[in-house]
């Protein structure tokens, strides 16, 4: 049976192969027309080394001009000559270009919109053909704007095993999404989008981890924990929520389902305007310590716009730690003169 194996290129872009024990990672995606980039095939010249983030494998047979001990341990490989032992996910140090390759597209149905607050948004898409639609928890895609030639990114808000998948968005005055969820949207509509794409996902948890959202920046981390929830036996994972109004907070219930599934699942949120009826006022910074942290002996996922991703990486700095790992995605929302949003 074979393994499944995420190629994520430098440009973000993830294409998944699917490879049989027998066979080496790089003939297994030369045979899909996926061309990582290599200069032999006998483990000599090191053109293909890459980082495995997932998994296990059979490193091969190679030499050390190729692929050092030292780089063999910090899970460096070389496509041309593993074989999978389980599924993998890969970092190419290429462009998908480079590779000959590209977001894959994908054409959908829209089944569900549900307005969680003034402020927020989700909605259901339907996958055709669901079963070549395959995504890294925590990854995005670009969708195009129904009506319009504007295309709007959005990381999923549910898991890669559910049949249907779903989004959150911040309705912003002016905002192409926005206005087409708010004004036009109606159920059985035809969305298409490409994807996935990022590199802000889920890596396998050796270590606790310190889950911090901004605003909508919670959806990719909704992915992550319907993918821990799968599989509860692992470290603790703490989340931190914070928004900028209480209309703002949304899928606390979900959260609260997580805590009970998920052993070592904590979470707080915290609201910045300071006439909230929380307990917490402020920003999550208010709320990450060294005790959150594990004195730095943590991996941290980071989500949320640019003014809040950048103070926390200010504030952890401050603290004088580094995290054994650290993950961000900035995102930033509509602006009518620059047409970007999330």
């Keep these: 049976m074979p393994f499944q194996i995420a190629l994520n290129f430098e440009d973000g872009v993830t294409r998944f192969i699917d490879c049989r024990p027998d066979e080496t990672v790089a003939e297994a995606s030369y045979k899909t027309r996926i061309n990582i980039p290599l200069d032999c095939r006998d483990g000599a010249c090191g053109t293909c080394k890459s980082l495995c983030e997932s998994g296990s494998y059979d490193g091969g047979n190679y030499i050390d001009e190729a692929l050092t001990e030292e780089e063999a341990e910090l899970g460096y490989c070389l496509p041309c000559q593993m074989t999978p032992r389980s599924d993998l996910v890969l970092r190419i140090a290429s462009t998908s270009a480079a590779a000959k390759t590209g977001a894959a597209a994908h054409s959908t149905t829209l089944v569900d919109i549900q307005r969680y607050s003034p402020s927020t948004v989700g909605f259901t898409l339907d996958v055709d053909n669901r079963e070549a639609l395959y995504f890294l928890p925590g990854q995005y895609v670009n969708i195009t704007v129904p009506g319009t030639d504007q295309t709007r990114s959005y990381s999923f808000s549910s898991g890669p095993g559910r049949r249907l998948v779903s989004f959150l968005v911040r309705i912003t005055e002016g905002g192409a999404m926005s206005g087409y969820l708010a004004e036009r949207a109606q159920l059985g509509d035809r969305l298409e989008f490409t994807g996935p794409i990022g590199s802000f996902y889920l890596r396998d948890l050796a270590r606790p981890a310190l889950f911090l959202a901004g605003g909508t ?28 109004a209480d209309q703002d907070l949304v899928h606390l219930d979900t959260l609260e389902d997580y805590a009970k599934v998920i052993p070592g699942f904590t979470f707080d949120h915290c ?19 060294l005790t959150t942290l594990h004195g730095g002996d943590c991996d941290v996922y980071l989500c949320g716009p640019p003014a809040m991703v950048e103070a926390v990486r200010g504030h952890i700095a401050s603290l004088g730690v580094t995290p054994a790992s650290f993950h961000y995605e900035k995102f930033t929302p509509h602006a009518v003169l620059t047409g970007a949003s999330r």
Excluded: F, W
């Design 217 to 244: 920046g919670l959806a990719p981390l909704l992915s992550m924990l319907e993918r821990l929830a799968q599989s509860p036996d692992g470290p603790p994972v703490h989340l931190l929520y914070g928004v900028t």
């Design 271 to 289: 609201v910045a305007e300071p006439t909230s009826s929380t307990r917490n006022k402020g920003y999550v910074t208010s709320l990450i310590d």
